[in-house]
């Protein structure tokens, strides 16, 4: 398959992920874990059948280019390091899925549960098979969405929502921080590719924006790995279930951090900065983790800060600067991620037969579970280091690494003495978890009163990691050796050291550590025993200073007290003030570059006026100034006069030979009148001869406002003038008149730049304007008018009243025939309108119009059934569903993009040619109308929803009527 290979691997769980939601409605929990099974078992033989690809350095590479002008292209990129990791996020991933199986409720829904995990995994793989830097951010990012929907699974416990909310913030903001490390990083190398990044390493360490970059990317590297003073929100996010702690801590999410760190050592490492930014981070982590450890009686609570502490060790060797330490850290994640997944899913075994995870509650139970405790007890034993086990061997070359010189500072002195005392707390820790909930006396008071044993299945993976801490702690250089030489070689290249992964190395000071380490965590706990059973959960010294605690004071602090001062200062819920803001810093915007480039102004010559011109624009200026004048108690007759001031621009564009900004202004300005017009029926009344005392603040302030005016208005006329009066340069204008229809098949210059050269900013566009219709759509579902707005317009009472008046009538006859004639008119008037869109949009790439002007054509004839019938009526006989034409949309123009790349074309490139068809002959067709067909649907789709929001405003309100009059006459 070659580098194509790695597209499917990236996809798959994706495609996994959205098959699992077309199962939501179903109640079945075996076919979504079937589902989910197979694409991870799949992704792990494609990650294995890719293996032979990356031997001895190589690497595999996939490239489909989107904006190559930017740098910026779709780049997969395999090698040893990242097949490495790729094969752990997969076979845990499948691991993972099987447990899950019968670790969760059948009342859970289930199916969503596996389309986030899959979707998870697809961010996390895209994450290690990432070319390009920014492509690289964007899976980061989506691995903190993913995760937060993971945690917040259980969302209906209070608990879940605030670890998912804070592991959101926490890893989201260090995301953004890690995309400006990248594009300064992108901005040094000149390029935003990876292997140019990591080639250029003593060009970035000599750069001037060498440390602000490295502390970005740290930010982002820290804030996913929970290290120091980021850790907290880790713990809290165990209220995820059990399966997706075990993936999160073993394999994802939080080894994104040091993946990261691993992956830009040799591009960033090996100057001071990195050794005091990284290693500082690393050591606190690795001491506090592994001290906070001791004192959780959660069983999820210890194996987090273990994570914590464990993530702290891969992280100090990492800050090194040696590549034995390197080798090191990279065999550690390995070791890390088996025995760490494996006690995850014997602690939510543990909790699925007693019902509790509170050490203070178990004990004695390896009578009851003596096959899960025999395997919690070689993984606890792994992950203390207990020889001949994997964690054995990487703690070993921690300690070798540790002993050794690498900086003549205070840190790498004491580094030993520190790396002796968190082993020590990992071993007690490690015996605590084994001692307390398996030995002693049988439990008393376990919410299930008979634990036994679960379902083999269950307990397979937790057996096969059990296994592979075995393997690779007894037989290493034959197990892991060849696959720990092919990541190791990927990152270090040519500084690949010698090592050795033998299990005896002789007696030295690393071992007398390790022993050290052993016999005092192991006196250390028997020790603390009697306290540990007793005490409250969290560290002494430390219970009072609770993360989440600080965590959500910062947060209020930010979010309530700093934004309402904010909004105190500078906000209002006034439009006046905030259009105020809006112009200013407009003005400001457009006269600084001016005022700094030493714009000269040309003399001004008066060449002439056409007199019909000038008194189209005086008309205008007119209608403007009536607008503005009626605007606060005639908003009617306002309206009336914008829609005046829209029409003169629109002849404007016609008198400038402008066609298609004369369409799609008048077309514009029909939609959004008529909506305008359904909206000003729910505003708040105004009553014209109110008795208004006028302060001299309001003078002041509206003498403010009106110089403000003048002044954006000269300004606007300025640089129009000198725009119109300049000689026109060689720009970017000619080369789209040269090549519109040689390289766009279009002869209409405008559209082709549309949904061709720019069609890129109109992809941006579209979906900006999709945003906008759903927002807009929220906003007035939740919109509760004033009261004096609820009821019926003056016009509609007189008109009933008529009708009561006459017992021949009924209510509302005479406004049905009021507007008889003309909705019948409407109605006729849909096919027609409809053709006429048709046709607008088929003419589109040669001729005025296109695919939104056909869009706002198709969406008034849905305006005009609304206004003719009604919206029952209309809803009754068009089937609309705008959400489905604003998805329709965006997939097809996405679609029409991704369709280049077939053909070996970035990203949107077009292609036309002329076609012949029966009884028509040679048509031109370009790929640019299929993507000007999804400018079209998204228009009419978000048109409409803002419509149906309105129109559904008199459904609701006169439910509302309904029920007070039901009301009224039960009281009665």
Known sequence: MGPSILLFLLILPFAGSIASVCLLRTSSTALPSWIAGTVTLAAFLLTAASYPYVQEG???????????QLGLNFTLRLDGFAWLFAMLITGIGFLVVVYARYYMSEEDPVPRFFSFLLAFMGAMLGIVISGNVILLSVFWELTSIFSFLLISYWHNTAAARDGARMALTI???????????????GNIVGSYDLDKILESGDAIRNHSLYLPALIFILLGALTKSAQFPFHFWLPNAMAAPTPVSAFLHSATMVKAGVFLLARFWPALAGTSEWFWLVGLAGVI????GAYFAMFQQDLKGLLAYSTISHLGLITTLLSLGSPLATVAAIFHMLNHATFKASLFMAAGIIDHEAGTRDMRRLSGLFRFLPIT???????SAAMAGVPLLNGFLSKEMFFAEAVETHADSILDRSLPYIATLASAFS????VRFIHMVFFGPPPVDLPKEKPHEPPHWMRFPVEFLVVVCLIVGIAPAWSVGPFLHTA?????DAETPEYSLSVWHGFNLPLMMSITAMLGGTALYFALRGYLARCDDGAPFFRRFKGQRIFERVLVEISWHWARLAEKRIGTRNLQPQMRWVVGTGFMAGLL?????GFETRPFVFSGIDPAFAAIWFIGICLALGTAYLAKYHRLAALVALGGVGLIVCVTFIWLSAPDLAITQLLVEIVTTVLILLGLRWLPKRTEGMEEKITLQARVRRFRDLGLAVFCGIGMTFISYAVMTMPVPDAIANYFLENAYSQGGGRNVVNVILVDFRGFDTLGEI???GVVALTVYALLRRFRPAPDSMEKPEQQRIQNRFDAERPERSEGDTVREYLLIPSVIMQWLFPVIVTFAVYIFMRGHDLPGGGFSAGLTLSIAFLLQYLAGGTRWAEDRIRILPLRWIGAGILTATATGIGAWAFGYPFLTSHFQYIELPLIGKMPAATALLFDLGVFSLVVGSTVLILVALAHQSIRINRLRAIEVEKAKEAA
Do not use: H
């Open 58 to 68: 190589q690497v595999l590479r996939f490239y489909l280019e989107w904006i190559p």
């Open 373 to 379: 405790g025999t395997l919690a007890m070689v993984a």
């Open 171 to 185: 890893t989201g903001i260090g995301g953004f921080c890690l995309l400006i490390g990248l594009l300064l990083l």
């Open 488 to 492: 190791v070689v990927s990152v270090l």
């Open 285 to 288: 982590t690795l001491l506090i």
């Open 767 to 769: 979906s900006v304007l």
């Open 427 to 430: 071993v007690a820790y490690s």
């Open 593 to 597: 570059p001016l005022w700094v480039s």
